[in-house]
Nanobody, 114 residues
Framework: QVQLVESGGGVVHSGGSLTLSCVGS????????MRWYRQPPGKERELVGT????????TYVDSVKGRFTISRDNRKSTLYLLMNDLKPEDTAVYYC???????WGQGTQVTVSS
């Protein structure tokens, strides 16, 4: 069955960096555009950014532009989220998702301390 498994979260100080990974299985990873979402504590889940199936095109929500970078390695069926200059407001559970399908992974917690 389709699975998405996120990893790489943790606790980091403000200004620090983390790289999240998402491994997909059960589908042809290179066929699908992908998205990263996050859900801050007590808030709705929000879109962080998107990447086209080949990786050539990315989009980002304004609050992370210039700090976050989405990339993918289709040979490894893996999606990445490089997060630099992290801020306390980036604290959230981060999820990956196929852009046009409803399967979610379990998420990975990112906590940024001030």
């Amino acid at each position: 069955q389709v699975q998405l498994v996120e990893s790489g979260g943790g606790v980091v100080h403000s200004g620090g960096s983390l790289t999240l990974s998402c491994v997909g299985s059960g589908f042809i990873f290179s066929d699908d555009a992908m998205r990263w979402y996050r859900q801050p504590p007590g808030k709705e889940r929000e879109l962080v950014g998107t990447i086209s199936h080949g990786g050539e095109t990315t989009t980002y929500v304004d609050s992370v532009k210039g700090r976050f970078t989405i990339s993918r390695d289709n040979r490894k069926s893996t999606l990445y989220l490089l997060m630099n200059d992290l801020k306390p407001e980036d604290t959230a559970v981060y999820y990956c998702k196929r852009s046009f399908y409803s399967t979610w992974g379990q998420g990975t917690q990112v906590t940024v301390s001030s």
